[in-house]
């Protein structure tokens, strides 16, 4: 695959490939302009088809035995891991990321087929007490219906798979509207797709906001699965019919704490990480850091070297990359806004500072940290979605959680610190749906991952993100034994 090939997709529903009469839409690669794929705007007609396929598939799928079940997630696992390349290649090309990077990203959704697979075999039920001799009551666990799946572009393939995993395996069928600025990938997740499950088990549609809008309003549909911007979310609560249940994956603004007891080696390293990688547009990205004075002016000074240590480059011409272009005009857009913000406010940029001019029209931007920011700036109160991060200082603990409980956001935070009351104090004060504390990597696969507050509510990850598609019925014997 050439780094200007353009993908061709269509919607997939009932097992096969539709026209559209929505008309099209192109996605072109952010780092160089180029066309990266064509995709099809799919109309409320082919919402229905699709879901309309998802119902029609659910009577079968949903008694499938969960071995059987298990047996094609993991054949699909199988397949999607013979299509790394292609489907990182994808990635790179409409997402920007480095290639090394989208192949871990589809290799982790690989991983998630597996997991999910041996999970769907794990749902027990329970007998329960009865006010009566001669009864027994159980409780069993039915998958809930045709689902849908609406997911963002950060991590295109992953995002979906998630959802896909975690709802086939408990037995329900879905509807996926990949992001209208990441068709591609999930064109060839498609064809996987298409090669080892039955008909309408998951079917796509390709489109913008008001195909998400459709699906979501369609009465076929139990429970969405939506990832995405806090003001999506917001909308698909006046769309949805009201009987549609819903988990909301949202944004946050994730704070670090870093005090004086910390390794600052490791937080530096820490930081760079979860402030730059897939550059910093993830939901857990660090957007700001509480630095305690003792370790202020090392940590700052070794993280502004850090960041301007890394490599920023076209992801295809040098997959192993630090740091790709970002995918949006708008996020590119906000960062700087961010940037300028934060230097207005007194802020001193101690790395990065701007866009990188040699790779321009590209939507690059140096990794960037600003220090001595003050908490009304920007980079500290909102999601930045960018390579920015913020540093301001702190001298008591109370102080640094209060300030990161801070923002209305509540998805990460991370905490370093060598010191195990300060672990516990601030792994416990710390208002965020995960805490991680001298590691970054706040989600793993078999552990939940969902937001508070304004970061939404449900959870992926673990048991709870197949768990959340189904409902328990219970089915009371009177059998007169005593
Ligand atoms: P977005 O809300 O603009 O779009 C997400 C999806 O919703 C897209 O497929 C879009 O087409 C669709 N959509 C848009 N309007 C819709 C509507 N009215 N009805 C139904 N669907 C609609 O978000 P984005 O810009 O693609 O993603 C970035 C956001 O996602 C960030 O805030 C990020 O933090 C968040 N995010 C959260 C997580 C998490 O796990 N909590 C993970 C990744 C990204």
Known sequence: MTPHEKIV??????????????????RHNPATGRLAAVA??????????????????????????????????HRLAG??????????AAITREQGKPLDEARGEVRKFVAALHYYAEEATRVHGRTVPNDAHGFTSMVE????????????????????GWKLAGATA?????????????????????????EVLPPGVVNFVHGDGETGRALAAHPGIVKIGFTGSLRTGQALYRTVTGVTALSLELGGSCPMIVTDRADVGAAVAGATRRSFRNAGQICIAINRVYVQDGVRAEFTERLAAAADALRVADGFAEPDADVGSLTLDETYERTLAHLADARERGASVVAGGGPVEDLAPGLFIRPTVVADTPDDALVMREETFGPLVGVASFTDLDDAVARANGTPGGLAAYVYTGDTHETFALARGLDFGNVAVNNVDAGIMNAPYGGRRESGFGSEHGPEGLTSYLHPKHIRLRHGAQ
């Open 40 to 73: 099809p705007r799919a109309t409320p007609e082919d919402v229905d088809r699709a879901v309309t396929a998802a119902a029609d598939a659910f009577g079968h799928w949903s008694r499938t035995l969960p071995a059987e079940r298990a047996a094609l997630l």
């Open 79 to 88: 397949v999607c891991a013979g299509r790394v390349d292609d489907m990182a």
């Open 9 to 26: 997709c269509r919607n997939f529903s009932g097992g096969t490939w539709h026209d559209s009469a929505g008309g099209t839409a192109e």
């Open 141 to 160: 666990y039915e998958p809930v219906g045709p689902v849908a799946g609406i997911v963002p572009w950060n991590y295109p393939v992953e995002l979906i």
């Open 170 to 194: 408990a037995g329900c069928t879905i509807v996926i509207k990949p992001s209208e600025h990441t068709p591609g990938s999930a064109q060839v997740l498609s064809e996987c797709v298409a």
